[in-house]
């Protein structure tokens, strides 16, 4: 079967999501067992592996679309666009966007995802910088496409705005890593020693970053 995830909450509910990325989203109720998820899947296999094959054969190249309903990634999940009349982008089960950034709906959306990366990754890079006894300069948020993130000789933290789009432990690998250069400016093993140190599964989330369609 394909890669599936499960994200619960107090819906009362169960929905079945096939992402862009070919990936199942089972979103269900808090008190529902995985003995009846797993069946409810594999009474719909069907129809999940006809939408998988359908999203494999889309354009990989095919750019989002700012309409109700296109998928938004968000710290490993996924939320469904929905325009709206408020005054700014929000994420409340769906992904609320004005209806009056459509004009400039990608600049508008990149934005804030770089507002979004720019607080939540000072925020890791703080808490693991004073576990891991190192201090860094500054961080800047970037739109680097091959680049996670960077540390200069000056110690100077870059990350690309895209990370955010990776569940919380990938984000911490990746704030891990570049904190880990600040005493180690190599890929040393006592630099890989430090990393495991604060995240010992990182040889895990080095594979999902490889294996990232975002």
């Known amino acids: 079967m394909e890669t599936a995830k499960i994200i619960r909450s107090n819906r009362r509910t169960i929905s079945l999501e096939i992402t862009p990325e070919a990936v199942l989203i089972i979103r269900a109720p808090q008190r529902v067992s995985e003995v009846y998820i797993e069946k409810l899947v594999q009474d719909k296999m ?120 990776q569940p919380l432990e990938v984000v911490d690998y990746v704030v891990v890593h570049e904190l880990a250069h600040i005493p180690h400016k190599n890929h040393s093993r006592a630099f890989w020693q430090l990393v495991a140190l604060h995240c010992p599964d990182f040889r895990k989330f080095r594979k999902c970053l490889r294996e990232s369609s975002y």
Request: charged share 30%; proline share 4%.
């Open 46 to 165: 069907s129809w999940i592996q006809k939408k998988i094959v359908a999203v494999k054969n889309r354009p990989k190249s095919q750019p989002k679309e700012f309409v109700d309903g296109e998928v938004f990634w968000y710290l490993g999940e996924s939320y469904p666009l929905k325009i709206s009349k408020v005054k700014k982008i929000e994420l409340k089960g769906d992904l609320l966007f004005p209806q009056k950034f459509l004009p400039k709906a990608k600049i508008k959306m990149a934005a804030w995802y770089k507002q979004e990366a720019k607080e939540i990754i000072t925020e890791r890079a703080t808490l693991y910088a004073k576990q891991m006894g190192v201090n860094f300069t500054s961080i800047k948020i970037n739109s680097a496409q091959k680049r996670w993130g960077s540390c200069s000789h000056k110690n100077h933290l870059n990350f690309g705005w895209k990370l955010i789009l």
